[in-house]
């Protein structure tokens, strides 16, 4: 049988491809030298829905030796991905393909890079420009947000700090990410809201972000324009393959534009509501989202408005943005997860020394993180 697929243009490393059932015919998309393949899994949920077999046996059947690596934890510790390097240099992977979230991605790209390198995570971080290439990664994302499929960065959370750290490299983007919609059809309503709104702020933040090129900010409102057209659709029709193959392309939009933006502060807030209360990454952005805009709005109405009329149509106010959210069910409380304001100082003492803050359009101060915090304690 004849693959039919098309190629994503993005101004990354990684060749990206799109297309459904594409991970029927992995095997068409790597080197016929490559024989040795780990696959990196979650807890399970790409084994129990079937994905894992599709992918497995196809490989098998070409005679390449496959192992696979399971267990990758949301918000993955460097621990894992300790365990993940062990099992790739016991099997001499040539090939990592990581199936399932952004944690999964994310951990397989940190594995790829640790079975090439030695040291600690703060030491990696450190290294970052003078750490070897990694292993080439072959990423495939069961969800249409994190955008981890054409990006350098690995989110890993240091145990030792309880702190979400970034180790990246210019060498440590997947080397092909396959965005096949079949992968994201068994992704629950609140996870396709959740890993929406991550790609959502990925791409508002890097609109913001003072990197920001006429490049990046073009693939922003893009990706932004997609997300406002095919999110809400997508929850309404969750079979519909066409707009799970849209919200995939929209996630890896806004992927490309943080891999040269960086994120800012709307993403450093929000890892202190992922880290001690449990809240979903991309919800906790999605929960502070409204009064963000609305103090940056203060310093960068043109831009706050281009991000409101992409998204909703033209003149969109922030009270529109409130309702979109509210359908989603998003209410702006940071309350209902526990939050309370005596912990406004501790996160504005984080968040302030935070290194995706000084990328932030304006210089923020404690007041502006306390007034963005009493907002969503609404
Ligand atoms: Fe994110």
Redesign the pocket.
């Known amino acids: 049988m004849k693959t039919t697929f098309n190629e994503l243009n993005l101004p990354v490393p990684t060749r990206v491809i799109y297309g459904r059932n594409l991970i029927d015919e992995l095997r068409t998309f790597f080197p016929a030298t490559v024989r040795k393949v780990t696959i990196v899994i979650g807890k399970g949920s790409v084994r129990r829905s079937g994905l894992l077999d599709r992918i497995l046996t196809p490989l098998q059947k070409h005679g390449l030796e496959t192992t696979v690596f399971e267990g990758v934890e949301e918000n993955p510790s460097w621990a894992t991905c300790l365990r993940g390097r062990d099992h790739l240099l016991r099997q001499g992977a040539e090939l990592i393909i990581a199936l399932g979230g952004g944690s999964v991605l994310d951990a397989a790209k940190a594995m790829a890079l640790a079975a090439t390198n030695t040291g600690s995570l703060a030491g990696m971080i450190e290294r970052r420009d003078y750490l070897q290439k990694p292993l080439p990664t072959m990423a495939i994302p069961t969800t249409a947000g994190?955008g981890s499929e054409v990006t350098q960065y690995c989110i890993i959370t240091d145990e030792a700090t309880h702190d979400k750290l970034n180790l990246h490299t210019p060498h440590s983007f997947p080397w092909t990410a396959i965005l096949d919609p079949v992968c994201t059809l068994s992704m629950p309503r609140t996870i396709t809201i959740g890993t929406g709104m991550?790609a959502l702020?990925?791409a508002v933040e890097g609109y913001l972000s003072r990197r920001a090129s006429s490049e990046s900010d073009r693939l922003a409102l893009e990706s932004i324009e997609m997300i406002g057209k095919f999110l809400e659709a997508n929850i309404r029709e969750p079979h519909n393959l066409k707009l799970r193959e849209n919200m995939l392309l929209a996630a890896s939009k806004a992927g490309a534009v943080i891999s040269q933006t960086g994120?800012i502060l709307l993403?450093a807030l929000g890892y202190r509501l992922t880290l001690d209360h449990g809240v979903h990454?991309g919800l906790a952005n999605a929960v502070l989202l409204y009064p963000f805009l609305r103090v940056t709005q203060r310093y960068q109405p043109q831009k706050v408005q281009g991000i409101l009329d992409a998204l909703l149509g033209t003149h969109s106010t922030l009270e529109d943005l409130k309702g979109y959210l509210m359908r989603l069910g998003i209410k702006p409380d940071i309350g209902r997860y526990g939050v309370k304001a005596g912990e406004f100082e501790a996160i504005a003492r984080y968040v302030l020394a935070k290194n995706n803050l000084p990328d932030t359009p304006f210089s923020v101060t404690t007041r502006d993180i306390f007034e963005i915090l009493s907002v969503a304690m609404n």
């Open positions: 994190t991550d702020s990925h994120t993403h990454h």
